[in-house]
Nanobody, 123 residues
Framework: QVQLVESGGGLVQAGGSLRLSCAAS????????MGWFRQAPGKEREFVTA????????SYADSVKGRFTISRDNAKNMVYLQMNRLQPEDTAVYYC????????????????WGQGTQVTVDS
C-alpha cells in the first residue's frame, strides 16, 4: 500500500551536512509512523530516528541526537532527514521505513522499506 523512495545521499567531508528525502506513494501515507534506519558494511541495520503520523512526536538514537532532525510534510507525501556535523561513523546506507502501529526502534516492527541511499563521510 505504501512505496518509499529515498534520495539525497552522497559524499561529504566530516563536519558537513546532507538532507535526505523520502518520497512516499499510497493513499494512507499520513497515517503511518515514519522512520530512518542505517546499515554500515558488516553491521546490522540500526535505528536512527522516527516521527509520528502528525509530526508531533520524534525520537532519535543517542548517536545522532543534536545533529540529525527528522520532519515530514504529509501534504507532499515527503519525509526528510537533515544531517548536520556529519562524522565518518555516520557512513552507511540510509533507509526510509513506514510502520502502521506505534513508534518503534526495531527493524522488525516496520512494514515498508525504501531501497536505501548511500551516505559517505570522508575524514
Amino acid at each position: 500500500q505504501v512505496q518509499l523512495v529515498e534520495s539525497g545521499g552522497g559524499l561529504v567531508q566530516a563536519g558537513g551536512s546532507l538532507r535526505l528525502s523520502c518520497a512516499a506513494s499510497g493513499r494512507t501515507f499520513s497515517s503511518y509512523i515514519m522512520g530512518w534506519f542505517r546499515q554500515a558494511p558488516g553491521k546490522e541495520r540500526e535505528f536512527v530516528t522516527a516521527i509520528s503520523w502528525s509530526g508531533g512526536s520524534k525520537s532519535y538514537a543517542d548517536s545522532v541526537k543534536g545533529r540529525f532532525t527528522i520532519s515530514r510534510d504529509n501534504a507532499k507525501n515527503m519525509v526528510y532527514l537533515q544531517m548536520n556535523r556529519l562524522q565518518p561513523e555516520d557512513t552507511a546506507v540510509y533507509y526510509c521505513a513506514a510502520d502502521r502501529a506505534n513508534m518503534s526502534s526495531k527493524v522488525s516492527d516496520y512494514d515498508y522499506w525504501g531501497q536505501g541511499t548511500q551516505v559517505t563521510v570522508d575524514s
